[in-house]
Nanobody
Framework: QVQLVESGGGSVQAGGSLRLSCAAS????????MGWFRQVPRKVREGVAT???????TYADSVKGRFTISRDNAKNTLYLQMNSLKPEDTAMYYC????????????????????WGQGTQVSVSS
């Protein structure tokens, strides 16, 4: 059974930093893609960053230069380092696993995802 468990969310002031982690388990594929998506109430879930099986990242324009996605394949863990946080970054952040590395997901940050984590809340105050 695939499990994605996020951690690292919290409340910070604008300009601060947070690091999200996602521990993945329960699958055996050697190549897969992962990403971070976020959602606020009454809005669609949006892609923040993805990383393919070779470690190539893709970022939403809104977070470029501030967020860094990375993965540790030995630990089956995905990370999102978030710096220079803004109030508009406030959202529930979800870890995502795409076992087929769909181009629409990996390059266009669309939510065609096989598995989701339960989410971790990030709140940024001004």
């Amino acid at each position: 059974q695939v499990q994605l468990v996020e951690s690292g969310g919290g409340s910070v002031q604008a300009g601060g930093s947070l690091r999200l982690s996602c521990a993945a388990s329960g699958y055996s594929r050697s190549t897969y893609c992962m990403g971070w998506f976020r959602q606020v109430p009454r809005k669609v879930r949006e892609g923040v960053a993805t990383i393919d099986s070779d470690g190539t990242p893709t970022y939403a324009d809104s977070v470029k230069g501030r967020f860094t996605i990375s993965r540790d394949n030995a630990k089956n863990t995905l990370y999102l380092q978030m710096n220079s946080l803004k109030p508009e970054d406030t959202a529930m952040y979800y870890c995502a696993l795409d076992l087929r590395c769909r181009p629409a997901t990996v390059r266009s940050l669309l939510p065609y995802i096989d598995y989701w984590g339960q989410g971790t809340q990030v709140s940024v105050s001004s």
